[in-house]
C-alpha cells in the first residue's frame, strides 16, 4: 500500500487513518519479531545459552541508535524504546526456558 507524505495529508481525518495504518503494520512486524525470540528461546533451551547475553543487547541497541540516526528517528528515543522491548522480551525468553516449554 502507499503512503502520502505527511506534509500532503489533507486533513485530521486522513492522517489518523494513515498512522493507525503505520500502528498496524509496525504491530505485525513486532508479532514477528517476537515470534524469532520464541524461536531462540527453543534453540536456547538445554544448551547452556542464556537469555540475557548483554553483549548481544548493546550490540542491537548500538545498530538500532545507528539505523534511527539514518532514517531521521530520534536515536536516544529508538534506544529507549528498544531497551524496553529487549527487557520484555529478555524475561518472556526466561520464562520459556525455564519452564522447559519454550513458546
Do not use: C, S
Not at 12 to 29: N, T
Not at 54 to 83: I, N, S, T, Y
Request: aromatic share 4%; no cysteine.
Amino acid at each position: 500500500m502507499t503512503y502520502i507524505a505527511p506534509e500532503d495529508i489533507p486533513d485530521m481525518a486522513a492522517l489518523r487513518a494513515q498512522i493507525d495504518r503505520l500502528d498496524g503494520e509496525i504491530l505485525e512486524r513486532l508479532a514477528f519479531r517476537q515470534a524469532h525470540v520464541d524461536r531462540a528461546a527453543q534453540l536456547k533451551t538445554g544448551t547452556g545459552i542464556k537469555a540475557n547475553v548483554p553483549a548481544r543487547v548493546d550490540e542491537v541497541l548500538a545498530k538500532v541508535h545507528a539505523k534511527a540516526q539514518a532514517a531521521g528517528f530520534d536515536a536516544d528515543l529508538a534506544v529507549d524504546m528498544w531497551r524496553l522491548m529487549i527487557d520484555a522480551m529478555i524475561a518472556r525468553e526466561e520464562r520459556a526456558m525455564n519452564e522447559g516449554d519454550a513458546p
